[in-house]
C-alpha cells in the first residue's frame, strides 16, 4: 500500500473577502476531487489572498500514484484565477 500527498501554496488574485476567496477555493477542490483523490483547503483559511490545499490518495501501486497527483498538479496549475506558488509532494510506501 502506498499514501501520496501533494500541498499546494496557493496565491489568489484580486480577492477581498473569505466569501470571494471560497467561491474561487471550492470549485478546486470539487475538481481535484473527480480524480478520486481526498482533498481540502488545509491552511491560511482566514487569509484573503491565500490558500493552502492538501491532497491526498492511497493505491496499490506507486506509479498510479504519481499518475493521480500529476493530473491533479496539472489542474491546479492550469487554473488563471489563481498562482501557484509551490508545490509539496509525498509518497510513502510499505517500507516507511
Known amino acids: 500500500m502506498y499514501l501520496g500527498a501533494l500541498e499546494f501554496d496557493i496565491l489568489l488574485g484580486d480577492v477581498h473577502s473569505l466569501k470571494q476567496k471560497r467561491s474561487i477555493v471550492k470549485p478546486v477542490v470539487a475538481e481535484l476531487q473527480r480524480f478520486g483523490v481526498s482533498a481540502a483547503e488545509t491552511g491560511n483559511q482566514d487569509t484573503y489572498r491565500r490558500s ?3 491532497v491526498a490518495m492511497v493505491s496499490s501501486g506507486v506509479d ?17 484565477e489563481l498562482e501557484l506558488l509551490a508545490v509539496r509532494r509525498r509518497i510513502f510506501g510499505p517500507e516507511d
Open 52 to 54: 493552502v490545499l492538501g
Open 64 to 80: 498510479h500514484i504519481h499518475e493521480v497527483l500529476d493530473k491533479c498538479e496539472r489542474t491546479v496549475a492550469g487554473r488563471p
